[in-house]
Nanobody
């Protein structure tokens, strides 16, 4: 059974940092491309960052230079380091495994205050 469990969200002031984690099970993690998405209230879910199974990365323009995606295959975990946070980064953040398109975790809420 595939499971994705996000953690690390919280309330932070603008300019602050958070590190999100997503622990997976049942996904053959090292073979999967992994991604972080986010969904702000009343908006669609958007792609934030991707890391391939060979550690190539790509980012949405809105987070380039501020966010860093990484992975630890032995721990079956993907991370999102978020620096210089802005109020517009406020959203529920979800991780996603490319090979399991219909499976999502519960997400973790990030709230950035002014």
């Amino acid at each position: 059974q595939v499971q994705l469990v996000e953690s690390g969200g919280g309330l932070v002031q603008a300019g602050g940092s958070l590190r999100l984690s997503c622990t997976t099970s049942g996904t053959f993690f090292s073979m999967n491309h992994m991604a972080w998405y986010r969904q702000a209230p009343g908006k669609q879910r958007d792609l934030v960052a991707v890391i391939t199974n060979t550690n190539n990365t790509n980012y949405a323009d809105s987070v380039k230079g501020r966010f860093t995606i990484s992975r630890h295959n032995a721990k079956a975990t993907v991370y999102l380091q978020m620096n210089s946070l802005k109020p517009e980064d406020t959203a529920v953040y979800y991780c996603h495994a490319h090979s399991y398109p219909n499976i999502w975790g519960q997400g973790t809420l990030v709230t950035v205050s002014t």
